[in-house]
């Protein structure tokens, strides 16, 4: 049985809306103590500005953070507390991660307002070992209120 | 940075509360990365996973404390197996190609037992 059903095609070539939002000195400092980052130009305003920044900078990789709260906001959480907003409709039952491939633009600091596009950009079946496999590969692109490119980031999730 | 140059290796050993609070950051739910009974007994895990994104921002930290100055421009990376609450990750690399003012530098982290857990490249620009 074929894994991508036209309702999945229908489902990857949907437009999902831009999501907007404004980065708070808090989810900066949140986000640099998971991390481990302790540099102060995350916590201190101060230390920022006199180092040239408008306001605390985020550490890297820091749009995950706002991807992954727009997911989970805009679903309902399955058994395993993922959000349904990512699971494509697939009668498949394992998924896995596959490769990631991020592109990093300008600094993001407290106050931007950030604008999250989201696409499905692939959505391929292959004949694995085990049986059919879809790969479903999945962008979101991150701007500033400038229009600035923040960061890009591709990664594919494996279905079987 | 000619190509064969090592970056230092840093080790990075999550505790749950380090699991928890990039859990929390993000604001991702899934189970696997707090709920000991689920991801033991439900799924068959050894233990609590170590998040795959989390992994690539270690990987992401010890390339660009190596490289500074230059700027992290891009990196992409893949998870090979998976790693659990208790691992010590061991993150490093190496310089595999210097020119046109970009280097390009293979990063890995490995678990103890030499296991790979996620592997990839960062492009760094000189600045």
Known sequence: MALVTNEARRWAEQAFPPHTVTVSRTDIARYARAIGETHPIHFDREVAVAAGHRDVVAPVYFPYTLRVQATTLAGDLEPDGSSSAEVPPLPARRAMAGETAIEFGSDICAGDAITIDKRIVDLTEKHGRSGPLALVTTEFTFHNQEGDLVMRERFTRIYR | ?127
Do not use: N
Not at chain 2, 80 to 101: I, Q, S, Y
């Open chain 2, 1 to 127: 940075m000619t190509p064969g140059t090592e970056i230092p290796p840093v080790e990075r050993t999550p505790t749950a509360a380090d699991l928890f609070m990039f859990s929390a950051a993000a604001w991702l739910v899934h189970r696997i990365h707090y709920d000991v009974p689920f991801a033991t007994e439900h799924d068959g895990h050894p233990g609590l996973l170590i998040h795959g994104p989390l992994q690539g921002v270690y990987l992401m930290q010890t390339a660009v404390a190596a490289m500074r100055p230059r700027r992290l421009a891009s990196i992409m990376y893949r998870h090979t197996a998976p790693a659990h609450l208790g691992d010590t990750l061991t993150c490093g690399g190496t310089v595999v190609d210097a020119a046109g003012g970009l280097v390009t530098v293979e990063v890995w982290a490995r678990k103890a037992d030499g296991t790979v857990t996620t592997e990839g490249h960062a492009v760094f620009e000189e600045v």
